[in-house]
C-alpha cells in the first residue's frame, strides 16, 4: 500500500482568501487525484494530476479556481481560491501506485471557509 | 455516465447483529471497491473484486460481486463498535488502471453496545 500525508488536516479561512493543500507520498506514483467531498455527500473528482502535464479537470471545476501542481512523481498541491462558504469540503488526495488496481487515499483536509 | 446506488443509506445495529450493504450500479462494473470512512477522516480500503461472482472477507466484513457485475453486497458478521462508520463503495468504469474512481453516497453504520 501507499503512505499519503496531506496537510492541513483541517483549516478554517476567511471568505476570498487562498488555501493550497499539499499531498505527499511515499513512493512513485502515475496518477494522482484531488476529490471533495461536500458536507453529507459522497466524493466529486477534481481533477487528475498527472507529473510533468497540466491538470485535466471534470466538468464543473475549473484552473482559476482550483489551480494543481503536480512537481514530481511523489507530491502534488491543490489551491482552493477565492474561496466562498460553498467551498467548505473534505479535500481528499488519492494515488494509484504502479502495477496496482487500488486507489489509496489521504486523510483528508477539512475546510470551512466563513 | 454510471452511477451507483447504495443502500441503505443509514444502518443502526445492535453488537453481535449481522448486516448487510448493498451497492447497485447502472452500468457493468469493471472493479467495485469498498472503502471505510470514519467521520471527517480519509478513506480506509477494504476489498476490491473484479471477476463475476467473486466473493472476499477479511475478518468479520465479507463483499461480494454478483454474476452480472452490476450489484455488489457488504455483509458484516457480529458487528462491533470498531466496525462503525460510512462505507463507500466505489467504482471502476472504464476498466483501465490509473482512472479515477465514482463513488455511491455511502452507507452510514452505527453500532449500539
Known amino acids: 500500500s501507499a503512505v499519503i500525508s496531506q496537510k492541513p488536516s483541517r483549516d478554517i479561512c476567511q471568505r476570498g482568501t487562498s488555501l493550497t493543500i499539499q499531498c505527499q507520498v511515499d513512493?512513485?506514483?502515475?496518477?494522482m487525484f484531488w476529490y471533495r467531498q461536500q458536507p453529507g455527500q459522497s466524493l466529486t473528482l477534481i481533477a487528475t494530476a498527472n507529473q510533468g502535464s497540466e491538470a485535466t479537470y471534470e466538468s464543473g471545476f475549473v484552473i482559476d479556481k482550483f489551480p494543481i501542481s503536480r512537481p514530481n512523481l511523489t507530491f502534488s498541491t491543490l489551491t482552493v481560491s477565492n474561496m466562498s462558504p460553498e467551498d467548505s469540503s473534505i479535500y481528499l488526495c488519492?494515488?494509484?501506485?504502479?502495477?496496482?488496481?487500488?486507489?489509496?487515499f489521504g486523510a483528508g483536509t477539512r475546510l470551512s471557509v466563513l | 455516465s454510471q452511477e451507483l446506488e447504495q443502500s441503505p443509506q443509514s444502518l443502526i445495529v445492535q453488537e453481535g447483529k449481522n448486516l448487510t450493504i448493498n451497492c447497485t450500479s447502472s452500468k457493468t462494473l469493471y472493479g467495485l471497491y469498498w472503502y471505510k470512512q470514519k467521520y471527517g477522516e480519509g478513506l480506509i480500503f477494504l476489498m476490491m473484486?473484479?471477476?463475476?461472482?467473486e466473493e472476499k472477507s477479511h475478518e468479520k466484513i465479507t463483499a461480494k460481486l454478483d454474476e452480472k457485475k452490476q450489484q455488489s453486497s457488504l455483509h458484516i458478521t457480529a458487528s462491533q463498535p470498531s466496525h462503525a462508520g460510512i462505507y463507500l463503495c466505489?467504482?471502476?468504469?472504464?476498466?483501465?488502471?490509473?482512472?479515477?474512481?465514482?463513488f455511491g453516497k455511502g452507507t452510514t453504520l452505527s453500532v449500539s453496545s
Open positions: 488519492s494515488v494509484e501506485p504502479l502495477a496496482k488496481n487500488i486507489q489509496y
Open positions: 513512493s512513485q506514483v502515475t496518477m
Open positions: 466505489g467504482a471502476d468504469s472504464y476498466g483501465q488502471a490509473g482512472t479515477a474512481l465514482i
Open positions: 473484486l473484479q471477476k463475476g461472482g
